[in-house]
């Protein structure tokens, strides 16, 4: 649980979490009490295969091909990496409004987020 829980304690995880209040209309303990037990509750099902490791003595990325096979296990590698870059994407844009920020609007949006991207 923990290791999936601080995976997810970057800054865009706090922005999405913060759409509770903004948009569905939830007070802030509402949000924080959601927040607090479902993402243990998200976490229960990787944490589950990771369990498999040891027993079938494969690593994580091997039981996706052990348990699916090789094409199947080519669309999931292929829509991990789509989730891979979509999370990249609101961690440069998220990090690069807080470096704008923090060069008092000095640097244009657009070169903070190139600078993020080639860092």
Known sequence: MFFFWSANCCLAAFGIGALGTSIFGLGWWDSFLTILF???????GPALLILLGPKT?????????????????CLIAFVNILTCLGWSMINTMAGAQVFYSLTNEKLPLAVCILILSIG
């Open 57 to 73: 003595g494969l690593r994580m990325m091997t039981i996706t091909r052990y348990s699916f096979g090789l094409f199947p296990g």
């Open 38 to 44: 479902f993402v243990p509750l998200g976490a229960i």
